[in-house]
């Protein structure tokens, strides 16, 4: 089905086949593997727990070429980590000291600078921001895709690292998804790398027995 475009098939309005007992649609991980990636640039004060040690020391401190090189104080300097940061425009890492290395990428790339002076691109930091992709929950012909399954199967399990409870209520609010229950498990199953929802068709017995935050 992923290799014939599961959007297309969805539209084909081609039926699973028969079935007895709970039929589940797992999609685990799949939809943020369409996420969008680019390069950010973001002020202080809009990033200030990113951009705080660049800017405290000048932002030569915790660079690489200083940090690195012979007789610098060496990577533990480095403010690099693997720490998840949500912001405004997607997810991104706590890496300050890459920043002169995105911008050069940015650069390169020839990705603007909107709204950016030139004078300002030493005051900001840079970084490489994920984000979820809406249309990726749309049908070719604009469906929803959460409630092409759902009508096709007891529960929709969706496990993602980008797609959070604020995404799916704005889908099911522009698809107008009355239909559905949707809830949010992630505290409930303690998962800390990516979020975690239950979407079932709110007049199935299953419901019930469902648990979780609703949050549509």
């Known amino acids: ?16 086949p028969e079935y007895g007992g709970v039929r589940l649609v797992l999609m685990s991980r799949f939809f943020n593997n369409l996420s969008d990636f680019g390069i950010r640039s973001y002020e202080q004060g809009a990033a200030a727990d990113l951009a705080g040690p660049l800017m405290a020391h000048g932002g030569l401190e915790c660079q690489p070429i200083h940090c690195l090189a012979p007789g610098g ?58 984000a979820f992709r809406p249309d990726c929950l749309l049908t070719r012909q604009g469906g929803s895709v959460l409630g092409a399954f759902a009508r096709q199967a007891d529960l929709v399990v969706i496990q993602d690292a980008d797609m959070r409870a604020t995404d799916l209520k704005a889908h099911c609010c522009a698809s107008h998804l009355g239909d559905l229950l949707v809830l949010e498990t992630t505290r409930k199953a303690g998962l800390r790398g990516h979020f975690s929802h239950l979407v079932a068709q709110r007049a199935d017995p299953l419901v019930e027995r469902l648990s979780g935050e609703r949050i549509w």
Request: charge should be positive; hydrophobic fraction near 40%; glycine fraction near 10%.
């Open 1 to 16: 089905m992923v290799a014939t475009d599961y959007r297309e098939w969805l539209d084909q309005g081609r039926g699973l």
């Open 73 to 130: 104080p060496g990577p533990e300097r480095l403010v690099v980590s693997n720490a998840r940061v949500w912001l405004g425009t997607g997810r991104t890492f706590k890496q300050a000291s890459l920043s002169s290395y995105f911008l050069g990428l940015r650069l390169a790339a020839g990705i603007r600078l909107d709204g950016l002076h030139p004078q300002k691109q030493d005051k900001c930091v840079h970084l490489s921001v994920r």
